[in-house]
Structure formats: C-alpha cells, structure tokens
C-alpha cells in the first residue's frame, strides 16, 4: 500500500495503484491518478470514459463491459485503447477509482 | 503427527501434504542437493539477489517440513537432517515465497541437475497455504468468482450474450456477409470454443479475430454463454476440490452440447490446468480431445482452410512464450509456424522456447496486488529481452502474459504493442468474397 497526497488529503492505494477507499475519488483524484500509468491530460473523451464507468459501478458495484462504454462514450473499441494505454481495467477503471478488478487484470 | 503443538489449520495443511505423499511427490521432496544451479534460472533471484528466492529455497519451504513430520530421521534430529518446524515464522515466510517470489514457470526445473518439479512443489506448499487460510485475497476471490459465478470475473450472462451480439454484428459488416456469426449455445457442433473473461469484459478483439478466422475456416463451432472460462485460478491458489469443479464444469458442457472438441482460447495457465492436469483432478481421461487454438490455427494454415498474407503485417514482430503453454504444456512450434504464415518480419527473442524467460504475471501474479512491486521488476528481464528484438509488436498467446506485457510497456516504455496470435492472423486472412467464390 503507497499513501499519496492530493490538495492536503492522503490517499491509500492498494499495490496496483487503486485506490483502497473508493468513496474518497472525486474528479481531482482521477486527473492525479491519470498522470501515473501514461494517460496524462484528461481530454474530453477521458472523462466520458471515466464518468460513465464511475456511474455505472456506484449503481452495480462492478465494472461495465467494455461494449457499454464503447456504447455510452459513443467511442470505438480502439478509441478507448489509445485513451488509457494501460486498458480500460488498470487504466480507466483505476482513474474512475473503481476498485481492481478480479481475473487477469 | 499427533503434535500437540500444532493448531488444528497447521494440522490440517500438514494432513494436506500426508494425502499427496505418492511416489512422484516423494521424489522430488527427497532429491535437492542444494547445487544452487536454478539461481541463474529465476527471475526473480536475478533481479533481487536474494537467496530466498532461489528455487532451491522454495523446495526447501516443504521440504523440509516434509523431513520434519513424515521422515523418522527429521523428527528425531531436526537440525542434523535439515527439519524445520512448521510453526508462525515458517508460514510468514512460505506465504512470501511461494506465493510472492513464485510465478511457477518451471524454467528453474529445466535448469535443475537433478529435474526437480520445483514448480510442483511449490503448488503443493500452496495447497497447504490454502488449507492455512492464507491464499492471498486477491487471488482467492478471483477463485470465488469463477466459482460463485461460473467465470472469474463474474460476467453476469446476460451481458456476455449482448457482447458477444454486439461483435458478431462487427463481424458481418467486416466480412460482408450477414451469415457471419457467433453460435451461441449450439449444439452438435465440432469446435466448443471457451475464452479468458478478460475478453468479453475488457479485451474483446481477440474474440473477434477468432471468429473471423472461424468464419474464413468454415469451422462448425460455438461458445457456451453458460460456461465458457477458460482460466482455473485454483491451480494457483492451490485449491484442488475449486480446481475440479472448475475442470467439471467444462466437460459437463461439452456433453451437454454434444460438442468434439474443447479448444481453449489462449490463455497458459488454462490450457495446462484442463489439458494437462485436468484428468487427474477428475480421476480419468477425457471422452474428447483438448486442443489450444494455437493448435487449430495452425491446422487451417497447414490444411489450407485458411489462406494469409503475411503481407498485411508488415512491422516486425517477436514471439513470447508463455510458459504454461511451451515449457509445461508442449505447443513450441505450432506458434512459429503460424506467425511465419501471418506477418512477414518474425524475430525470436533470446532465449526462447521452453528455455525463455517468464513474463513475471504467471502463478496467479496479476492477482496479488501487494506483491505488484516485484512482479514488475522481475518483469525487467522480459522488458530487456522485447527491446532487444527491435520489434514492434510482441505476439502473446495468453491473455495474462498480454497483461503483464502492457504494463512492462508502459513501465519500460518499450513502445510496442501486444497482440494475441489470433488478431494477428485475423489481420492477415484472405478472404474470398462471395462474388468471386462463385465465379
């Protein structure tokens, strides 16, 4: 676990860099957590990405498939890809502060 | 065993290695000679140093427990023939070993003078971790998952079958014929097709690619939206009752669908738990053979069911060897025979085959958050050995090693991109259109 700091508050990060407490993220959190795995500058497009997966886990506690979000971002698959080149688990899904994913990821 | 000072767990996990005392389990706990030969074998020992990590090390974490409880000589002088309790220093530190210093690639095995199964050993020191209760958290509930749900990363079904619609309409259009399709459910069909979950949830191109290729071979195929995992993360946590039910699952759908053929996605760790250490967990052979797709690919290319143009990739390519499917599970060449059909610059990695270098994500790895750290270091040698090709692309038939291979990207700023052989092939396949076929 890494502690960092944003605007004066400590965050805890599990060992893949997700946030332990996913009830602590705001938009602030996302743009710090977006300029360590390679994303950088959030873009418009980032945050349809990160917005809807956000939204879509506070109201079902799990990830979205990556079809819904292509469909909700009106993004292509590849598009996503190339916005979060660590992929839309350890990319978009840590940004959004979601907590990690099981399986191979 | 009757040890007073044991706690009923400790009891448990030591009546855990008694049950699987046989002859082969016996052998290999009795035949280290601590030559120190698999130091230079290990990624892990050589990125760290650390003689904790050597694979003779890890032997030792049930050996000598083994020499303790089950030996007459271990129990009466401990300290002369290398005994050790099996007590709360002893598990702290089995727990970090085999667990956080362990992908159980087997490349120490091939560099053993003696052919020790160390990764065996160490799979079985995690069965006896598992009867502790000490599975690391992230690794057992992905366990639970696959388990609870019927696949690992629980995909409810219903959005399984709306993903796996939504390619086959990609499909279609790509292809131009609305006969294109992802069966479903079928029954009868030659070919059971299973996938990692990471597919459909995150990384759907690759299931793509094989539908294209399905569709070009004029397979007769289909994917079970009720059991379709190819992964069994209780090979890694040692678990194996999950292990079998996981195995049991898969072979009671290809009866169930009257299916020939299990072909498994590709994925390592899932084609060498069902292929090859499935039959023991169930007790007795499969009725049906078990084949990567790998192997199917290059069945088509050899067969001429399918034609490619190495000309569609064009930058250079490198190949990794995942290590459950070439060094333990004996697919070396059918990947290099498909990659000289499919792209037209194919570079090996130094060294490769059954001697190459693990990823650093194997044995459960990507699961265990808290050992993040060292799985990307041990992962530099993999980083070292891409960068060294000058490729641009690095082929990876397993979904985990993908995933530990973009990371090392990221961290290593390699600047390639990792690709699943069937996207690869996909890209290369030539089509003929409908028109011209019947010309």
Redesign the interface.
Known sequence: MAKVEIGGRQFDL???G?LQQPETWDEDVARLLATT??TGDLTDKHWAVIRYIREYWKAND??P???KVC?NSGLR?REVYELV??????GACRIAGLP?????? | MADKTLTLKQSRALEALNLRLGGRLRTHLNSCVHCGLCGESCHYYLRYGDPRFLPGNKVDQIARLYRRYFTPQGRLLPGWFGAGDLNDAAIEEMVDVVFGGCTMCGRCSIHCSIGVDIPFLVRTARTMLHELGLVPEGLQSTVNAAIESGNNMAIPRDEMVDTLQWLEQDLRMEVDDDSAGIPLDATGKHILYTLNPREPKFFPLSISAMAKIFYAAKESWTISTNCYDTTNYAYFSGSDASARELTQRLTGEMQKLKAGVLALAECGHGFRAIRWEGPDWLGEAYPFPVVSVIELMAGYIRSGRIRLDPGRNEKRVTLHDPCNLVRAGGVIEEQRFVLEHAVRNFVEMTPNRENNFCCGGGGGQLSMGEYRDRRVEAGRIKADQIRETGAKIVAAPCHNCIDQLMELNQVYELGVEIRTLAELVADALVLKSPAVEGS
């Open positions: 599990d060992g893949d997700f795995d390679g799990m990830a498939m990556v079809r469909q698959l080149p660590m992929g839309p688990a350890k990690k994913p099981d399986g191979c990821v």
